[in-house]
């Protein structure tokens, strides 16, 4: 079943005239109808809403080892006692700030044990960083081993959740590293970067990185209406090569709202920001649970 936010959020995948006409690149459609994969009977026929996953939530810190480094890490999960499943959840160009732990812990209290690398830190790399340390996907991918040996963890496997350029280190993590092979079960970014952050301009604005072709788990990703063109674009056209290649990779588009509509401060939070947010965690946590299910 899905929630009355998702039916709300999206219900439009507008493309402006600029992007659709770019040469090369088929803007995705709107999925509409009882076809569509968003679609839920018992929400139209019988009106009924599944109700979230509420738990209190409990953190404290680690520190794990990835070869030359010393990596800290924020594990959150719900605070009474029991077992859950594993989530490792990467953070992005702002490092593992106050506004990041919160979204961990949004993560964790839909019933998760959730792992936050800090590879930042790990790495004395100061935050929001221009240039990308290849050493902090090793340190990723290591988490991974970290997470799973937990004893309060109820999986065999984890879920990689990432945000901004988190999402190319988990996507490294899981393809590069081979953690899809023996470790992760699916992958789920918010507007995630999909390339080398280190590839020239070209290669930003009109392509994704060639380990997305690789990338065999379940895939879901959340964008804005209002994401910028060149991400938007490179996100677009890996979820298409996905789907065309016959994997199970999905995107979502909320109208309304640009990046960071999961973290952004309460002064400037608006209305739409909320709904993209509540509404991309319950199907995140939906994903994820069906993901280390089967």
Known sequence: MKTWLAAVAVA???????IAAS??????DNPVGQSAWWWDDDWWDGGQIPGPANHRVETRW???????ATVPAMIARPADGERYPAVLYQHGRRGLDELIQAQVVRLAARGFVVLAPDVYSGRFIEKLPIEHDYDTEKDVAAGIDTLLALPDVSTAKACLASHTRGGYMALKAAVTHGRQDDAVVCYVAWYPHLQDPNAPEPMQVYRYSSEIDRLTIPTLVFIGDEEQYQRR???????????????DARLVVYPGVGR??????????????????QDSLLRASRFINDSLRD
């Not at 439009?12 to 600029?18: E, G, K, R, V």
């Open 12 to 18: 439009a995948l507008s493309i402006n005239a600029a």
């Open 23 to 28: 040469p090369g690149y088929a803007p995705m």
């Open 62 to 68: 680690i520190e794990y080892p990835s070869d030359d």
């Open 233 to 247: 674009r490179s996100i677009e056209t890996a979820i298409q090569s996905m789907q065309q290649a016959g994997r």
């Open 260 to 277: 960071g509509f999961d973290f952004r401060p309460p002064h400037v939070r608006t209305f739409a920001d909320d709904l993209a947010a």
